[in-house]
């Protein structure tokens, strides 16, 4: 028998139709396996590259271990996603400030000024790139080395560029400079970590915009 929701209660009042409390849309798998992959993150952070563990991350994500090995089968899975994650990350920040057409000093300095700030901005991806950038004697190294001699091969197009534009007789050093340019952001975040006096960090990349770029660089820096 059907129910009437404005039946006349035993008080003769007419009983308020009782609303249904919206539910959260069900997430789809990708979805799923991307909020799983910033909750690993997190707990990869804390923990280390060699320290997070299927269980910890299902329980800070509120899941059950299975779940979270249905996305992730095995650790070695794990840490590749993780790292991938990371690495997108940069490479998209570093690609994204030197498609700019905007003077090379000016991209050298907004890509290094990201990368520390980061530190600030995403605490995580820092953490675990800035670890994953020392381990040398990890299986984890070859694909730190692919993942930074692609933001290099970003790098040296924009010295590159700003070579042909000026006239300089060093095109051939655009690599090698490249690649001071792109530690230099390493620097850059551990120098905020450590809490160095911002006077010195500019004066610092101040140094690298000359060494590198042959530019003084405190007008872009003030």
């Known amino acids: ?26 997430l789809e798998q990708p979805e799923r396996k991307a909020a799983l992959l910033q909750t690993a993150i997190r707990v990869f952070a804390r923990r280390g590259l060699g ?42 920040m570093t690609e994204r400030i030197h498609a700019s057409n905007r ?11 990201a990368f520390g700030d980061s530190v600030v901005t995403h605490p995580d991806y820092a953490c675990i790139v800035l670890e994953w950038s020392t381990s040398i004697r990890s299986e984890l190294w070859p694909l730190y080395l692919q993942f930074q001699e692609k933001v ?17 007789p060093r095109v051939k050093d655009a690599e ?19 809490r160095v006096q911002q006077s010195k960090i500019d004066r610092f990349l ?11 660089g405190l007008n872009l820096i003030i």
């Open 1 to 26: 028998m059907a129910i009437d929701r404005n039946f006349n209660g035993r008080y003769g009042q007419t009983m308020p139709a009782k609303t249904s409390r919206s539910r959260a849309r069900p």
């Open 152 to 168: 290099v091969g970003i790098v040296a197009d924009t010295v590159r560029r700003w070579r042909v534009e000026t006239g300089s």
């Open 51 to 92: 320290g997070a563990r299927h269980s910890e991350i299902a329980r800070e994500a509120g899941v059950s271990v299975p779940t979270v090995f249905f996305y992730f089968p095995t650790r070695e899975v794990l840490v590749r996603d993780v790292l991938n994650e990371v690495a997108n990350f940069y490479e998209d």
């Open 206 to 216: 101040q140094t690298v915009l000359y060494d590198t770029l042959g530019v003084e």
């Open 103 to 113: 003077p090379a000093p000016e991209v050298v300095l907004a890509a290094a000024r």
């Open 176 to 194: 090698n400079d490249a690649r001071v340019i792109a530690v230099t952001g390493y620097v850059h975040a551990q120098m905020k970590i450590t």
